[in-house]
Every structure is written in structure tokens, then in C-alpha cells.
Nanobody, 111 residues
Framework: QVQLVESGGGLVQPGGSLRLSCAASGLLFSISTMGWYRQAPGKRREMVATITGGGRTNYADSVKGRFTIARDNAKNTVALQMNSLIPEDTAVYYC?????WGKGTLVTVSS
């Protein structure tokens, strides 16, 4: 059974930074594509960033140049470093792999 557990959300001021982490178990992590999605209030869930087992990354246009996804295959974790945060980044962020989702962690960007 795949388990994805997010951590690192919270409240941050505009222009600030946060780092999200996802601990994965129950899957062949090193060859699995991992990703982060988000869902803002009243909006559809959207892809933020993905990373393949080989390290190829893909980002939503709205976060390019501000967010970085990285994986640690030794620790079965995937992280999302978020810089220059803006209020529009406020959402619940979900870790994803294949058909599995974490429970999400809330990121609020507000002054």
C-alpha cells in the first residue's frame, strides 16, 4: 500500500519561502515519477511540479523560476522548495505518485 505523507506547510508572508517534504513508502521510489499538486479554494486541483525517476522535472508556468522540486532516493523523499511566494500560491498542496495521493498540507501566503 502506497503512503505519501506531506509536511512543511504553514503561514508565510508574500515574498517568503517554504519547503514542503513528502515521505513515500510502499512503492519502488527510485523509479517512480513523483509530483506536487495544489488545490486552492473553489478551484480545480492543478499540477505544480513533477520529477521522474531519472530526475527530469516539469513545472507549471505559474511557478517556473520560483519553485524547485527535488528527490532523495536514499530517503524516499521528494521536496518542493517554494520561493518568492505570492498570495495566489495559497492552496492545499498534495504529494502524488501514480494513483496515490497524500492528505495534503496547507500553505497560506498572507501578510
Amino acid at each position: 500500500q502506497v503512503q505519501l505523507v506531506e509536511s512543511g506547510g504553514g503561514l508565510v508572508q508574500p515574498g517568503g519561502s517554504l519547503r514542503l517534504s513528502c515521505a513515500a513508502s510502499g512503492l519502488l521510489f527510485s523509479i517512480s515519477t513523483m509530483g506536487w499538486y495544489r488545490q486552492a479554494p473553489g478551484k480545480r486541483r492543478e499540477m505544480v511540479a513533477t520529477i521522474t525517476g531519472g530526475g527530469r522535472t516539469n513545472y507549471a508556468d505559474s511557478v517556473k523560476g520560483r519553485f524547485t522540486i527535488a528527490r532523495d532516493n536514499a530517503k524516499n523523499t521528494v521536496a518542493l522548495q517554494m520561493n518568492s511566494l505570492i498570495p495566489e500560491d495559497t492552496a492545499v498542496y498534495y504529494c502524488w505518485s501514480g494513483n496515490s495521493w497524500g492528505k495534503g498540507t496547507l500553505v497560506t501566503v498572507s501578510s
